[in-house]
């Protein structure tokens, strides 16, 4: 799988790297244990924001909750960007959800690109859906290193992952979902942090509002009764009704309306 599907770094540095762009530079290794322990390594050694780690294989990869996130070598993407936006420090918390809606429009993108079409949903706050299964986690991390706080965001797509390789039976792939046109992880990259980019774009500006809105429109989460996970033995029950101004869920509860800034989600049937 690693040579069926190489990731053209000289391209990625070509197409995405720009004078007055959001990547500085872009990076790619053939292993490492996780692109987000690394980049968040170099964030709080003083390294500026601007940054994309890529590797063929991640063999340590974490999701939410200290989670293990694996996958074969050369079948996915695990990528991390580090981010300073000139943003309130209460608007970092829509870091992970921009991630998310970005992931969803570079997936669109890249599958039309190859003649297909697929629609992709979002469960808060930070999964990437197709057909309700997973093919995006996002895992971002905030720091405050010694110059201007940072964060860093991981993503993990599943591309050309086969059923027995998908690590849950909630999970997906893109190959499962169009065949033979499945877009090159290189396009994918390409579309996803192009889309990163234009999203963080607005929402730092007046197009804020009509992020938000997108968001909201694509997350399947709100309008549905869901159980939250906060911690071993508390759960939230009840329905998704929205988000706050600061990307926090709403759920009304029979005790009343509940805000969460986090949390493992389960849509409940």
Avoid at 2 to 14: C, G, M, T, V, Y
Avoid at 160 to 165: F, G, K, N, V
Avoid at 181 to 198: C, K, N
Wanted: glycine fraction near 12%; hydrophobic fraction near 40%; proline fraction near 7%.
């Amino acid at each position: 799988m690693p040579d069926a599907d190489p990731i053209d770094l000289p391209r990625l540095r070509r197409e995405l790297i720009r004078p007055a762009g959001q990547w500085r530079q872009i990076d790619l290794v053939a292993e490492t244990g996780s692109t987000n322990a690394d980049l968040s390594a170099r964030v709080r050694a003083g390294e500026p924001a601007g940054r994309v780690l890529i590797t063929d294989f991640q063999s340590a990869g974490r999701g939410r909750q200290g989670r293990r996130w694996t996958a074969p070598p050369g079948s996915g993407i695990a990528m991390s960007v580090s981010l300073a936006p000139d943003l309130a420090p209460d608007r970092w918390t829509w870091l992970p959800l921009l991630a998310g809606l970005a992931v969803a429009q570079g997936l669109e993108r890249a599958i039309g690109q190859r003649g297909a079409r697929l629609r992709l949903d979002l469960k808060w706050p930070n999964d990437v859906l197709a057909d309700g299964r997973k093919v995006c986690g996002i895992l971002a991390e905030q720091f405050q290193p010694a110059g201007p706080p940072a964060c860093v965001v991981g993503m993990g797509i599943n591309v050309h992952l086969q059923a027995d390789e998908l690590p849950v039976p909630t999970a997906t792939s893109l190959g499962l979902l169009v065949g033979e046109r499945v877009p090159g992880r290189t396009e994918v990259i390409v579309e996803v942090l192009t889309r990163l980019e234009s999203v963080l774009s607005a929402w730092s500006g007046a197009n804020g509002t009509d992020v938000k809105a997108e968001y909201v429109a694509r997350c399947t989460t709100i309008g549905r009764d869901v159980r939250v996970q906060l911690a071993a033995e508390r759960s939230v029950y009840g329905l998704a009704t929205g988000l706050d101004d600061d990307g926090c869920l709403i759920v009304r509860t029979a005790s009343g309306p509940v805000i969460l800034g986090a949390g493992d989600v389960v849509h409940v049937r």
